[in-house]
C-alpha cells in the first residue's frame, strides 16, 4: 500500500499507552503480527509487561502533539489507548484534560499524518447505564448527563473528539471494554491486586454488587480484527458476562485454594463504609480499592450489556472467568507475584 505523501509504503503500527495491561498486550500481540521494528510504542514513564520486546520504543505524551505527530509520521495504522482510569477521588478537570483534550491530540495528530485507520479504545462507562432492566448495546445513549460520573463523561466526550475527525475525513473506530481483567497484569491494576488481596486474605468483607468482567487477551483479539474489519464511524460492544463479587471470590478460590471472606456488605453498608475504608487504606500506605467510586460502579453497572455486534463483526467471542482468573494467577505465580507485597 502506497502513501499519498511521498509514495512510501505505510507499515507501522503505533499504540499510545503501551505501558498499560491491555496496551502491553496489544504490543506483544502486534509485534508477534508484524515484526517488532513494525511497532512503535508510547510511553510516557515507565514501559509495563512489553518492555522486553523489540519494538520502537517512543517516549512521549498524548497532551504534546508534536510527539504524536512525530511517533504517528508514515503509520498505516493508530491504536490509542491512553487514557486517565481511576476508582478513586480525582478531579473531573483532570479526566477532562486526558481523556478528552489528550484525544483530540491524538485525533489532530492522526488526520495531519494521513493516518490509515484510527481504533479508540474507550469504555463501557462512556455509555448510560441506565436503564438497567434493558439490554446495553451500541444503540444506547452517551453518559453525558449531571448524574453520570466524571470519569464517564470524560470517556464520552472524548468518543465525540473521534466523532468530530471523521467528519474531518479520518477512518476511525471505537472499541468499548467492560471491565478488563487476565494475565499481564505487571502493574497491577486494581483488579489485578483485588486477586493479589483475596489470595492473600487482605480482604476482611465482600460487597453484595457485580460487575461485566472480560478477558484482556479477548479485549485484545477484538481490537485486532477492528484494524481490518470494523466499519468506519461505529462503536463495538467488547463485554464478557456478568458476576457477582461472591463469585469472582468463589473462582477465585478454585484457582488457589484460598477461601474468600465470609463476610458481605448490602449495598447500603458498602456506601456508608467506603470512604472510611479509603482513609484507612491510605493510612496504611495501601491504594485503595474499595472506594465509594468501585461500590457506586458495583451497584449499578449494567447487567445485560450486548457484545452481539462485534461477535458479528469481528469474530469476537469471550472465554469463561474462571480461565481467566486460574490464567491471571498462573501468571502471577510465574512472576514473582504471589508473595507478601506485589
Known sequence: ????????????????GASGQIGGVLTRALADRYGPRQVRALYRERRGTAADLDVAWVRGDILDKETLIAAFEGAESVFHL????????????????????????????????????????????AYDQHPLDEVLDESRGPADSARDAPYDRSKAAGEVEVRRGIDRGLDAVILN????????????????????????????????????????????AAIMAAETQARCGENYLVSGRWHTVRELAELSRRATGVPGPRLQFPMFAARLWAPCQVVLDR????????????????????????????????????????????DTYRWFDEHGMLGDEA
Open 82 to 125: 491512553a487514557a486517565l482510569v481511576s476508582i478513586g477521588s480525582v478531579r473531573a478537570r483532570e479526566f477532562h484534560r486526558t481523556n478528552v483534550l489528550g484525544t483530540r491530540n491524538v485525533v489532530e495528530a492522526a488526520l495531519e499524518c494521513g493516518v490509515r485507520r484510527l481504533v479508540h479504545v474507550s469504555s463501557i462507562h
Open 177 to 220: 471494554p467492560t471491565s478488563v481483567l487476565g494475565p499481564w497484569d505487571g502493574a497491577p491494576s486494581p483488579m489485578g491486586q483485588l486477586f493479589l488481596d483475596l489470595y492473600r486474605r487482605r480482604l476482611p468483607a465482600l460487597i453484595a454488587g457485580g460487575y461485566d468482567w472480560v478477558d484482556v487477551r479477548d479485549v485484545v
Open 283 to 326: 493510612c496504611r500506605g495501601r491504594r485503595p480499592l474499595y472506594t465509594p467510586a468501585s461500590v457506586r460502579v458495583m451497584a449499578h453497572g449494567n447487567r445485560r450489556i450486548s457484545s452481539a455486534r462485534a461477535q458479528a463483526e469481528l469474530g469476537f467471542h469471550p472465554r469463561s472467568l474462571a480461565e481467566s482468573i486460574e
Open 1 to 16: 500500500m502506497k502513501s499519498p505523501d511521498g509514495g512510501r509504503p505505510r507499515t507501522v503500527r503505533v499504540i499510545t
